[in-house]
C-alpha cells in the first residue's frame, strides 16, 4: 500500500463513519473529531507523496537548487588583545550589522582553475 492508496482508505473510512446513524455525533448534527483527523491526515499524505514526487523529478532532471539564504554571519569585531592580537572574528545566526559577512552552505559562485 502506499500513500495515496492510504489516504484513500482513511477517506473511505471517515465517510462511513458520517453516514453511521448509530453514532450519536451523526444523530445530534456534532462534528465527528475522528473523521475530521483521518480527513486531514489523508490529505497531508497527499501533499507529501505530491513533494516527494517532485523532488524525485527534480534530482533526476538535474535541477538541484540550491539554497541562496546565509545560514549565518561572520561579526568582525577589533579588540586589542594582551598577545597583540587586533582581530576577533564570532558567528552567529542573525545579521547584526551592516559589515557582516555571510555564510553559506556552498561556494558563491563556481571558481574556474585560475581563479583557485
Known sequence: MNANELAEAMEIRASIRRKATSR?????GANDRLADQLEQA????????????ALKQSKSDGNNKVNTEPVAWMQSKTTELPDGCE??????????????IPLYTHPAKDLTDEEV
Open 42 to 53: 489523508a490529505t497531508m499524505l497527499r501533499q507529501q507523496q505530491a513533494e516527494i514526487e
Open 87 to 100: 582581530c576577533m572574528q564570532s558567528v552567529s545566526f542573525f545579521k547584526a550589522n551592516d559589515n557582516d
Open 24 to 28: 450519536k455525533s451523526v444523530t445530534e
